[in-house]
């Protein structure tokens, strides 16, 4: 088992957590996001680099082909899906790209992904993918779907929809990758401050969905970047310091947001994954998860965009 396959426990514990077969009555889910939950939204998109339609992507998937998907095989979005029953929400833009507008609605109501690879809260944060789909965009491309289905089945009937539907929101990671990537950013910005930005921009979409009709929220916090690789690379003692206290100060920073904006909106209940602890048990522990060893050094590796 790996790091995805923790995120996706959680999110299925979370909808059995309220005392009820909360399975039996998710009609939807719409999925916010990047590249954990992508499944298929940049292969829509021309400028993207960061695309998952080659090998080796897709090896274990049906027909063993690549599907957009940064994955093997299934990501956490299809076993979300799977354990309520129900069908992987697909990709917006290709709902879209077919232009049937009833087949569009019909998809529309059963849930929608509209994660990106590259992602970020803020817009700008996917230059260095050319191009993706920040999370004001796909916040905007619900609302598109939202008012489409108001029309289609009236205000009260989508309400009631929707406050059944789980809504899933799994990003920040690449903000935080891009601040301490950027010498600039870290000019105009301390790490508190940047990510203080995060959070009130991370809540103003929250509460955009909420205003559409979520009422249910699964929401990942970040995991532990300092011991992804591309920040290994340039460290000689394994994960960096600097950038996992400040992944831990953003999560717990999230956690505070999320109370508060709970205790500000009628109805909200919300359940949070700490990516971090997840991350970092499977670090620590890789022969709990099947991994017999799990850090490398990375000093003798190169690596070519």
Known sequence: ????????????????????????????????????????????????????????????????????????????????GEKLGLATSPPYLSLISKGNKNENNASFINGVSFASAGAGIFDGTDERYRQSLPLTKQVNYYTNVYEELIREVGASALQKHLSKSIFAVVIGNNDLFGYFESSELRKKN???????????????????????????????????????????????????????YWSVQYNKGLQSMLKE????????????????????????NPASYGITYYLLSLQNLSVTP
């Open 190 to 244: 301390t790490p508190q401050q940047y990510v203080d930005s995060m959070l009130f921009s991370l809540k103003l979409q929250l509460q955009r969905l909420y205003d559409n009709g979520g009422r249910k929220f699964e929401i990942a916090g970040v995991g532990a970047l300092g011991c992804c690789p591309m920040f290994r690379l340039k460290n000689q003692t394994e994960c960096v310091v600097e950038t996992n």
């Open 261 to 284: 904006w709970q205790s500000e909106n009628q109805g909200i209940i919300y359940s949070y994954f700490d990516t971090y602890v997840a991350m970092n048990d499977l670090i620590q």
């Open 1 to 80: 088992m790996g790091f995805k396959a923790l995120l996706v426990c959680s999110f299925v514990l979370f909808f059995y957590s309220y005392g009820f077969s909360m399975a039996q009555m998710v009609p939807a889910v719409y999925v916010f996001g990047d590249s954990l939950v992508d499944v298929g939204n940049n292969n829509y998109l021309t400028l993207s680099i960061a695309k998952a339609n080659h090998r080796h992507y897709g090896i274990d998937f049906l027909n063993h082909k690549p599907t957009g998907r940064f994955s093997n095989g299934k990501n956490a979005a299809d076993f979300i």
